[in-house]
């Protein structure tokens, strides 16, 4: 939720000796409800980047020569809405092909 909370992970990682802590990453919960894929890490190795450069860099996306080709990030865009299918007729027995 806060830089304060991060602060208390890291504290933990410290005592308990985990040696990996810079390979996880932290955003506030409220820069991520502002922001979406767009806040800022503000710790670990990608800190001062944010989630969308993070994610674009690290997954794997369709071929851009290919006909269904899109980019990571349109993929990740908040502002669009799924569509909702509209369920069709049930078919009349004349029209099923034995």
């Known amino acids: 939720k806060s830089k304060g909370m991060v ?3 890291r504290r933990a990682f410290e005592k308990y000796q985990v040696r990996d802590y810079q390979k996880h990453n932290f955003v506030t919960l409220p820069e991520f409800r502002e922001k979406g894929w767009m806040a800022p890490f503000i710790e670990g190795k990608w800190k001062g980047h944010n989630i969308g450069t993070f994610l674009s860099k690290m997954t794997a996306t369709i071929p851009l020569h290919s006909r269904y080709a899109c980019s990571t990030l349109a993929l990740l865009d908040i ?5 909702i299918p509209i369920a069709s007729k049930p078919a ?7």
Do not use: G, L, T, Y
Request: proline share 7%; aromatic share 0%; glycine share 0%.
């Open 79 to 83: 502002r669009k809405r799924p569509v």
């Open 92 to 98: 009349e027995k004349s029209e099923i092909i034995d």
């Open 7 to 9: 602060n208390s992970i």
